[in-house]
């Protein structure tokens, strides 16, 4: 893979990024892996504290990620395309700050310095969120909570 280039993340654009540097970017928030149920009328996303079932819910990270699209077929990988159709990704996510050409946050890891920023931060999913496993789909609605971005708002 190839290596990443000094301050990649406030230098470049997303076009630009090489795999390395575009798979570095991501904060290990999690918030793109909470499960999500949408209204067939309107369209409408409800956010849930249920993770994917694949989700390490201590690092936030997913545990097989490499074989993630062959287990979890609904996984969404984040593109340059896909981010112009995903709108569920929180505001927060670092793919989406820089689409709209915006820094990192401090506590974003390859600003930190430091890996558990964005948990310490209070960003990602730790700590209020449950995994799906075990937990019939007719049952979801159960989970169910207001916006859980507005209560991540980054400062
Ligand atoms: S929301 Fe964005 S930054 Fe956070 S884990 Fe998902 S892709 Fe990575
Ligand atoms: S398969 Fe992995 S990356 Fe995809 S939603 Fe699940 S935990 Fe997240």
Redesign the pocket.
Known sequence: MAELRAKFWQNLPLEELNEAEWEALCDGCGL??LVKLEDEDTERIYFTRLV?S??DEASCR?SD?KN?HQ??PD?RAITLQSLKEIEWLPPSCAYRLREQGNPLYWWHPLVSGNRDSVHSAGISTRGWTISEQGIKEEDFEDFLVANPFDSNSPE
């Open positions: 793109c892996c994917c694949l989700l997913c990620y993630r287990k979890m996984c």
